[in-house]
């Protein structure tokens, strides 16, 4: 993880209210990118190597080239590639982290294997998301601050 230092002025309360915002607008926004651009490599046999996908049967290639006339990783008919990105993230965060809700084809829990291979990261995937993040920090940190305006009547 890439870590930051920010020296601000201003009151504690007001600092730590700001950051909290600030980290959490950063991680749910390395969650949609993880989303709309990293999760859908994992259907793709670019992503089979780059995540170290344990290598497949040959029979089992084989019966699916010959049924199915794709290679593709984790897909056999494609409902689970649909089913996993399918509408919009499902992300709850916090100023501590994130995590996007990816809904899987049932049997997937039974095939630990799968469920890790959908879940793995590169190196590569891990620069791109802490650089998003600290994008993010840095741009809601040097926002203008909102100022309240009481009108007295």
Same mark, same amino acid.
């Given at each position: 993880m890439t870590k930051v230092t920010i020296i601000e002025n201003g009151s504690p309360d007001q600092m730590t209210r700001k950051q909290r915002g600030a980290h959490r607008e950063a991680y749910i926004a390395a969650a949609r990118h993880w989303w709309f651009r990293l999760l859908p490599r994992h259907f793709t046999m670019a992503g089979a190597i780059e995540y170290g996908y344990e290598p497949r049967k040959p029979t089992y290639i084989a019966r699916k080239m010959r049924s199915k006339h794709h290679r593709d990783p984790l897909v056999w008919s494609g409902h689970s590639r649909q089913t996993a990105l399918r509408g919009d993230p499902r992300v709850v965060a916090t100023y501590k982290g994130a995590s996007v809700?990816?809904?899987?084809?049932?049997?997937?829990?039974?095939?630990?294997g799968l469920r890790n291979e $959908? $879940?793995?990261?590169?190196?590569r995937d891990e620069t791109a998301l802490d650089k998003i993040i600290e994008t993010v920090v840095m741009r809601e940190l040097n926002k203008p601050e909102r100022r309240r305006v009481r009108s007295k009547r």
């Open positions: 809700k990816v809904e899987i084809p049932r049997f997937w829990n039974y095939k630990p $959908l $879940l793995a990261a590169s190196g």
